[in-house]
């Protein structure tokens, strides 16, 4: 199995919702990521877990809270998002956080804000 | 630090037609490098990396990358590309830890 799922494929929310984004691989990864994909843009990488614990921040807003319940799980809480925070969000896992190991992407989760 | 150039943000080309996709980076230490591809709304799929070893990687659907360390250049070629390759192509490079993206380039292949 070499696939990274993720739940949901689209999701529309309020600017005062709460809702979370889900995330899972069974490839034995030991590091996991999210990265956010605006139109026509690269990805930008927002958090990395090392062995179920936050690695990288990359200066993320409060209002996106991470967590890795378990090493094969991976979720992305949002609360009170704006409007410019819609994009695709990607989730992303691999062997380990260094060495040579290439990152194995999910479908993508794209988020409307209203 | 750890950078990506793709200076082409589209290259047109006609079906049947050789196409080749540039890819510079700079880095301070030795890096990894790979080429990913992104259908539309879709998320991204490893097409080749180069981790060490031979210069020249191959994917199973005719694409190839020559890693050139003096030039620091990973360019990415095909010489007969089809309708279906029709995608944007992201040229990446990972140093110690994260993988950072080069912007991209659409690949617009036309019959």
């Known amino acids: 199995d070499t696939e990274v799922t993720q739940t949901p494929k689209h999701l529309v929310m309020g600017m005062t919702n709460k809702k979370s984004l889900k995330c899972e691989q069974h490839?034995?990864?030991?590091?996991m990521y999210w990265y956010k994909q605006k139109a026509k843009k690269p990805p930008e990488l927002m958090f990395v877990y090392s062995y179920e614990k936050l690695s990288i921040n990359e200066s993320v807003p409060s209002r996106f809270s991470p967590e890795c319940p378990n090493s094969s799980l991976l979720n992305l809480h949002l609360h009170a998002l704006q409007p410019e925070d819609s994009a695709l969000y990607l989730c992303?896992?691999?062997?380990?956080?260094?060495?040579?190991?290439?990152?194995?992407f999910g479908e993508g989760s794209r988020l409307t804000v209203l | 630090a750890q950078s990506v150039t793709q200076l082409d943000s589209q290259v047109p080309v006609f079906e049947e037609a050789p196409v080749e996709l540039r890819c510079n980076y700079s880095s301070s230490v030795s890096v990894y490098l790979f080429w990913y591809v992104q259908y539309p709304n879709q998320g991204l799929q490893l097409l080749l990396k180069?981790?060490?070893?031979?210069?020249l990687v191959e994917s199973i659907n005719g694409f190839e990358a020559e890693f050139n360390k003096s030039q620091t250049s990973f360019h990415l070629r095909k010489p007969s590309v089809h309708i279906s390759d029709t995608a944007e192509y992201f040229c990446a490079v990972k140093g110690y830890s994260t993988l950072t993206f080069g912007k991209g380039t659409m690949l617009l292949v036309s019959p």
């Open positions: 992303a896992s691999s062997q380990d956080e260094g060495g040579p190991g290439e990152l194995f």
């Open positions: 180069y981790l060490s070893g031979s210069t």
């Open positions: 490839m034995g990864h030991r590091a």
